[in-house]
């Protein structure tokens, strides 16, 4: 059996990667600050499916949690083959309304996190000549959207470079852009989704299912869904400065993920 290592294992996106991973036969290793919801998953998981689910109980908005995270991927005699750096949460509010220090948790999490696990995980992938690494990150990097738009932005420019220099190594880097998935992502950030059109959402599911058959075809980026391609189709031929104007209205009171 493969070992896949998620992170944020415990809700929304996460979650669905780790019911489909275990249904397929993968063993696990969930990642989550909470170890009660950690250990409760992977009894269910394993239950269910017969696979092998190990609990790692970190944060990764702190030092030690990236580095607890970071030794597990080392481990070359128990190695990972996936990895799905799914953690990240969003601010409520605008610019100069969010605290600094909650701004720069965020970096911590969704830029510096990403960018030491993958690493971690693709030098022993490499050495095997095989393995895979989907960095969530949101169609929020298509737009102007503050921070949390800019730390997904990050995740895709950094995971096609990646998998560019990685070409030909066996190792398979994909960046995964969700539209608005109907997890427990905006009620922890306290966003209200009474407006938000039906169409707009996606099931955790189904886009685990689509991401997974995107990165098994080589994609660098996946969105999807074809109601966000067409969406952000329409993003590429909209002015800039009008573009910025909506979204700084609504991306910060909705926040798409």
Same mark, same amino acid.
């Given at each position: 059996m493969t070992t896949a290592l998620i992170t944020g294992s415990t809700a929304g996106i996460g979650s669905?990667?780790?019911?489909?991973? @275990?249904?397929?036969?993968? !063993?696990?290793?969930?990642? @989550?600050?909470?170890?009660?919801?950690?250990?409760?998953?992977?009894?269910?998981?394993?239950?269910?499916?017969?696979?092998?689910?190990?609990?790692?109980?970190?944060?990764?908005?702190?030092?030690?949690?990236i580095a607890a995270v970071e030794k597990r991927l080392g481990d070359r005699r128990d190695p990972v083959?996936?990895?799905? !750096? !799914?953690?990240?949460?969003? !601010?409520?509010?605008?610019?100069?309304?969010?605290p600094m220090a909650d701004e720069l948790t965020m970096l911590k999490v969704h830029i510096e996190a990403v960018l030491r696990l993958t690493s971690a995980a693709v030098e022993s992938m490499r050495d095997r000549g095989r393995g895979g690494v989907v960095n969530v990150a949101s169609v929020a990097a298509f737009v102007p959207r503050g921070t949390y738009g800019a730390s997904k932005a990050w995740v895709v420019q950094f995971t096609q470079g990646a998998a560019k220099d990685l070409a030909g190594s066996g190792v398979r880097l994909m960046a995964l852009c969700p539209g608005f998935v109907r997890t427990e992502f905006h009620e922890r950030a306290g966003m209200g989704t009474d407006n938000i059109p039906k169409w707009m959402w996606l099931d955790a599911d189904k886009l685990v299912a689509a991401a997974l058959a995107d990165l098994s075809r080589g994609k660098t980026v996946s969105i999807p869904d074809p109601r966000y391609k067409v969406v952000m189709g329409a993003v590429k031929v909209v002015p800039r400065n009008l573009l910025g104007t909506i979204t700084s209205r609504t991306g910060r009171k909705y926040g798409p993920r």
């Open positions: 669905a990667f780790a019911r489909r991973l @275990a249904a397929d036969g993968h !063993n696990l290793v969930l990642v @989550a600050r909470d170890i009660a919801r950690l250990r409760e998953q992977a009894t269910e998981l394993h239950d269910r499916h017969g696979i092998e689910a190990e609990v790692l109980s970190a944060d990764l908005a702190t030092e030690e949690g083959d996936l990895l799905i !750096n !799914n953690a990240g949460f969003a !601010n409520k509010g605008t610019y100069l309304e969010v």
